[in-house]
C-alpha cells in the first residue's frame, strides 16, 4: 500500500472533490466507509447531495473556526491522506478500509486512540482500489495535532497491514533516494517531447561529471563545458563557496536552476568534495616506466568489491558500492555507441544502490575511483575484450551489492542492483559478442583441445559438458592455449577462475571462464625457478609429477586412468 499526504487551506474544495463523479471518471461510488465518530453524514448516501455536503463541510470545520476566532488556527488547516493498494491486491471490503482508515490517523497523530480531543476526520471511498482521508487538523482543545513525520509514520503502519491482511509487501525505502520528479515535471518533459524530466537528465549529468572530475575545479569546468546545460557557483558574502547549481539551457521558459541537493543526497557540494578529496593526488607517471593498464587496474578493483562487501567495516563496504556506481557513469564515456542504451539502463538502475543510511568512507575505495579517472584521460581501448572483462567483474558486484543490501533490510537498493544486473548482462553479452569470434579464430589444435577438457574435468568437473557445449568454448580454449604458452598452468588458472564465481547460475559458463582466464594471465607468469620448486615440493607431498608438455611447460601427469572423451566439435 502506498500513502500520500499533502495539506491544503479548503475543506470544501477537498470534499467536493473527493465526492465529484463528472470530472473524476473513477469516482464511480463515493462514500463515507469510517469518521471520527461514526456518525458523520454521508453526501454519498441521501436524496440531498448538496445539504448533506455542506453540513459535512460545516462539522469537519467546527474547531477550525473556533481556533480562527482566537488566532490559532493554521495556515493549511487541512490533512488529506490518500491510501492505495496493489492492484495484485484482493478488493477489500469497507470495514477492512475503515479499519485501516482509523489505523491511519492513529498512527500520524492525527486521531490517537483513545484521544477525545483529538481532530475531526472523514474516509471516502470512491474507487475499489484506494481510500481518501479528509480531516481537519485542530483539534478539540483547539491545538494543533501532532504530526510531524506523518508520511514515516503512516508507512510504517501500512508494512503492518500490508502483513496482517496478507496484501502486497511494498518495496519501501530509507529516505536516500533522490526525488521522484513532479508531475508538472513530467508533463513539462512529455510536452518538450523527452523521456526524462530535465530533473533526471541534469542528475545523469552530474553523475557523471562527478565520476570524471579529480577535482571540484575541474567537475565545475566540465559541467560548463556541455552543450545544454547551464552551472552557477553559489558563494557567501565572504567568497567562499557555498554550493552549485545547474539548469537545462534550452528550456523554452526560461532556466530551472536546481542545486545539487535537489538533484539528489549524494550531488550536494559536500558530498562531491568529501567523495574528490578521499582520492588524494593523483600518481603521475615516471618517464622511460611501463604504466599498469587503468582498464586491467579497474577490473581487478571491481574483482575485490565482493570480498570487501564479505567483511564487517559497513562504512567502506558503502564506499566501494559509491564508487562503483562512479565507475558504471563513467563507462558511457567510452564504451562504444552499441553498448551505451543498456549501460545507460545500468547505471541509472544503479544508482539508487549506491546510498543508504550508513555513512561511506571514501578513502577505501581510492583504487577503483583512481583507476577509473586514468581510464578516462586515455584514448578508448580498441580491444574490445577490456570493456568485456570489466563488465564481467561488474556483474559479480551487483550480486555481491545485492545479497550486501539485502543483508541490511534496504530493500529499494535490493531491487535496483537486481534491475541493474538485467541491463549489465545485456551489455556484457553485446560487448563481449566481437572479442569472442577474434577469440574463437585462434582456437588450439584438437589434441591441445583435448587436453583442455581433462583440465575441466579436475577443476569444474560438475560443469564439462555445459561448458564444451558453450558456444564460446572455442574461446576459451584459445585463451587456456595462450595462457599456457605465457607459463601459466591451465588446471590452476581454471580451478582459480571457477573459485572467483560460482557457474551455476552462469547463462555462459564458457564465456564467464574466458574472461577470468584472460583476466588471471595478464598477472605475470612462475619464473622457472618457481616452477620448479613447485614440482619439487609437489614430489616431496607425494603429488603426480609435473611433465613437461610439447611446449617445454610443466604440467600434472595424467594418471593412469584415461581422461573423459572429449566430443568432437
Not at 571462464?513 to 612462475?526: C, D, G, M, V, Y
Amino acid at each position: 500500500m502506498i500513502a500520500k499526504i499533502s495539506g491544503g487551506t479548503d475543506t470544501a474544495g477537498l470534499i467536493r472533490y473527493l465526492f465529484d463523479t463528472k470530472k473524476a471518471k473513477d469516482h464511480t461510488d463515493p462514500h463515507l466507509v469510517a469518521s471520527w465518530d461514526g456518525f458523520a453524514p454521508d453526501p454519498g448516501r441521501t436524496d440531498d447531495f448538496e445539504a448533506t455536503k455542506r453540513l459535512l463541510v460545516a462539522d469537519l470545520d467546527l474547531h477550525v473556526k473556533q481556533a480562527r476566532r482566537l488566532g490559532r488556527a493554521p495556515e493549511k488547516h487541512t490533512w488529506h491522506c490518500s491510501i492505495r493498494a496493489a492492484e495484485s491486491d484482493r478488493h477489500l471490503s469497507d470495514d477492512e478500509w475503515a479499519d485501516i482508515a482509523r489505523r491511519v490517523v492513529a498512527a500520524t497523530g492525527i486521531a490517537p486512540e483513545g484521544d477525545p480531543d483529538s481532530c475531526r476526520w472523514v474516509a471516502v471511498r470512491h474507487a475499489p482500489d484506494h481510500i481518501h482521508i479528509a480531516a481537519t487538523k485542530v483539534r478539540a482543545d483547539l491545538r494543533t495535532a501532532r504530526h510531524w513525520n506523518d508520511y514515516l509514520t503512516a508507512d510504517r503502519e501500512l508494512a503492518a497491514i500490508e502483513k496482517e491482511y496478507g496484501l502486497f509487501q511494498v518495496v519501501r525505502g530509507d529516505r536516500t533516494a533522490a526525488k521522484r520528479p513532479t508531475r508538472a515535471e513530467q508533463e513539462k518533459a512529455r510536452r518538450a517531447g523527452h523521456d526524462t524530466t530535465a530533473r533526471e537528465r541534469l542528475r545523469a549529468t552530474v553523475r557523471t561529471a562527478v565520476a570524471a572530475a579529480s577535482t571540484m575545479e575541474e567537475f565545475v569546468d566540465m559541467l560548463s563545458r556541455l552543450d545544454g546545460v547551464l552551472v552557477e557557483v553559489v558563494h557567501f558574502p565572504s567568497g567562499d563557496v557555498r554550493g552549485y547549481k545547474v539548469a537545462v539551457a534550452d528550456d523554452a521558459q526560461g532556466p530551472i536552476w536546481y542545486s545539487g541537493s535537489k538533484l539528489a543526497p549524494d550531488l550536494s557540494l559536500p558530498k562531491i568534495q568529501e567523495r574528490l578529496a578521499s582520492m588524494g593526488p593523483q600518481p603521475i607517471g615516471q618517464s622511460g616506466t611501463r604504466r599498469p593498464n587503468p582498464w586491467h587496474q579497474a577490473t581487478a578493483a571491481a574483482e575485490r568489491i565482493p570480498h570487501h562487501l564479505d567483511q564487517a567495516d559497513d562504512e567502506a563496504s558503502q564506499a566501494h558500492l559509491a564508487a562503483f556506481g562512479e565507475a558504471l557513469d563513467a563507462l558511457l564515456l567510452v564504451t562504444p555507441q552499441a553498448v551505451r542504451p543498456q549501460l545507460r539502463e545500468a547505471a541509472s538502475a544503479f544508482e539508487r544502490a549506491t546510498r543508504s543510511r550508513i555513512h561511506a568512507e571514501h578513502h577505501h575505495a581510492r583504487a577503483l575511483r583512481g583507476a577509473v579517472r586514468t581510464m578516462l584521460r586515455e584514448p578508448a581501448p580498441k580491444d574490445g575484450a577490456v570493456l568485456a572483462m570489466f563488465l564481467d567483474a561488474a556483474i559479480l558486484v551487483v550480486i555481491a551489492a545485492a545479497r550486501w543490501h539485502r543483508l541490511h533490510h534496504h530493500d529499494q537498493q535490493v531491487a535496483a542492483a537486481r534491475e541493474t544486473l538485467i541491463h549489465l548482462q545485456a551489455a556484457s553479452g553485446q560487448a563481449a559478442a566481437a572479442p569472442l569470434a577474434t577469440l574463437a579464430q585462434r582456437r588450439p589444435p584438437q589434441p591441445i583441445v583435448d587436453r583442455h577438457i581433462w583440465h575441466l574435468h579436475q577443476a569444474v568437473p560438475d560443469h564439462v559438458e555445459q561448458v564444451t557445449e558453450d558456444p564460446a568454448f572455442g574461446a576459451l580454449t584459445a585463451a587456456l592455449a595462450e595462457a599456457e604458452a605465457a607459463g601459466h598452468d591451465p588446471e590452476q588458472l581454471l580451478q582459480r577462475a571457477a573459485d572467483q564465481r560460482a557457474l551455476d547460475d552462469a547463462d555462459s559458463p564458457a564465456r564467464v571462464l574466458t574472461w577470468r582466464i584472460q583476466r588471471l594471465s595478464t598477472r605475470p607468469a612462475p619464473s622457472a625457478r618457481a616452477r620448479a620448486a613447485q614440482a619439487r615440493s609437489t614430489v616431496r607431498s607425494g603429488s603426480a609429477p609435473q611433465l613437461p608438455d610439447a611446449a617445454g611447460h610443466t604440467s600434472a601427469a595424467i594418471p593412469t586412468s584415461q581422461p573423459p572423451q572429449a566430443r568432437r566439435r
